[in-house]
């Protein structure tokens, strides 16, 4: 029992310890992924609190057949690796329009989303990401799972 109160202790003291690494007020960039068919998004980043911030990514696609657009949000944690890495996972949800020109048919989606990746900030205001984003729809034309994996490059500010 002793043991189990000490690793307790020490565990707790470690979280605790643990502090993210100063994150910057906002970050604006691209976002290079999938995004189910609609490739880059913009992407947009704002610091809430000390270790957490809000991530939107803004996705269009306009062709002969399709115009749509994907709108997500996300609630991100953040925490440091090492030095200028850091980690963070988020969770949230987003909303969108796919318009079938040559159908002339149009649905809007609702998709809830989570998120996990790995970033660099460099010494001057360029962050480099790479992160993980599963989606769930709630439509007919994005319904079920979905995934994507991006590499993001955004400007701090």
């Known amino acids: 029992m002793k043991k189990i109160m000490v690793s307790f202790v020490i565990l707790c003291m470690t979280t605790f310890a643990l502090s993210a690494q100063e994150i910057s007020k906002n ?4 976002r290079l992924g999938d ?11 704002h610091k809430l609190k000390e270790a957490n911030r809000l991530e939107i990514n803004l996705g269009t696609r306009s062709d002969s057949n399709l115009s749509s657009f994907k709108l997500t949000g996300l ?3 953040v925490w440091d690796l090492d030095n200028n890495f850091n980690w963070y996972a ?14 002339n048919n ?10 996990i990746g790995i970033e660099y900030s460099f ?8 992160d993980y984003r599963p989606e769930f729809g709630f439509s007919d034309i994005y319904d079920g799972f979905n995934s994507d994996f991006a590499l993001s490059v955004r400007y701090q500010f």
């Open 27 to 30: 970050a604006i960039g691209i």
């Open 35 to 45: 995004n189910s068919g609609l490739g880059a998004e913009i992407s947009y980043q």
């Open 75 to 77: 609630y991100q944690w």
């Open 90 to 103: 988020g969770v949230g949800g987003g909303i969108g329009s796919w318009k079938n020109k040559v159908l």
């Open 106 to 115: 149009s649905e809007a989606v609702l998709f809830g989303a989570g998120n």
């Open 123 to 130: 010494d001057i205001p360029l962050l480099l990401s790479f």
